[in-house]
């Protein structure tokens, strides 16, 4: 069996467990191949909106099988779970923990003598806090594009392809999108910055990102619908992003050119 690669602290966010669009066997595989001292389950990790909707009720064996080995990994790891907006349905029990598990809202993770904030980062996010009808529509919307990423992902498949996420290349070339995820990052750190926080880590956005906002660090794990992403914390003190497809950070004008191979029609330059 492979030896595992030992972490200080592994952070994964937006599982979505309980969609049709969670990746749960590549979470699953990425888990028995990475071990850490802490795992943060920074939100979505289960996707209550999903499940509540009924028709798209997508709860597998797999699912189970993540959740299992999540709750196997407590016996040597220290596990906080973040509550998230999709799976809200935990503000009625957290504060909780048990054995060695904590269920909370946010956190204070400290390592190497530096504060971090931990939050899914819905709280800070407008749109989920004050549209909620808005954000619950935009949900909609985003599953049409995840049809679209699993036509494409299909297409790739058949050419010996990997797999390659359509939406995340449309977050990072629309104008208004790059703004508000401009806005996220900017507020998150801003908000760090009060608790007296050296940088803050989130999830939310689906947008994976390591970087300084003035002198705060910025750390968001990205998801495992499109990006397949987590951060680490190595003994260093670095954080890194890894992702489990090691491609997905290709540039925008070769995805272009296959997405357009993948599904035959021409794609503008501007996406």
Known sequence: MQNKIHHKTIVLSDLHLGSKWSNAAEVLDFLRKNSCDTLILCGDIIDGWSILRGSNIKWRRIHTNVMKYILSMSETTKIVYIRGNHDD???????????????????????????????????????????????????????????????????????????????????????????????????????????????????HIHHPENKFIGDLLYINSGDWVESLSAATEEYDGTWKIIYYYSDETIKDNSVRTSLQGALGIRVPATI
């Open 89 to 203: 349905f935990l503000d009625r029990i957290q504060p909780l923990s048990f054995a060695n598990i904590s269920i909370v809202k946010d956190y204070i993770y400290e390592s190497f003598g530096k504060r971090y904030l931990v939050t899914h980062g819905d709280e800070f996010d407008n749109i989920t806090t004050n549209w909620r009808w808005l954000s619950k529509l935009g949900d909609i919307g985003y599953t049409l594009l995840l049809n679209l990423n699993s036509f494409y992902n299909k297409r790739r498949s058949e050419r010996n392809l990997t797999y390659r996420s359509i939406s995340s290349i449309v977050k990072r070339k629309i104008k208004s999108s790059i703004s508000y995820i401009g806005d996220y990052e900017n507020h998150l750190a801003e908000v760090a910055g009060k608790r007296n926080c050296a940088g803050v880590i989130c999830g």
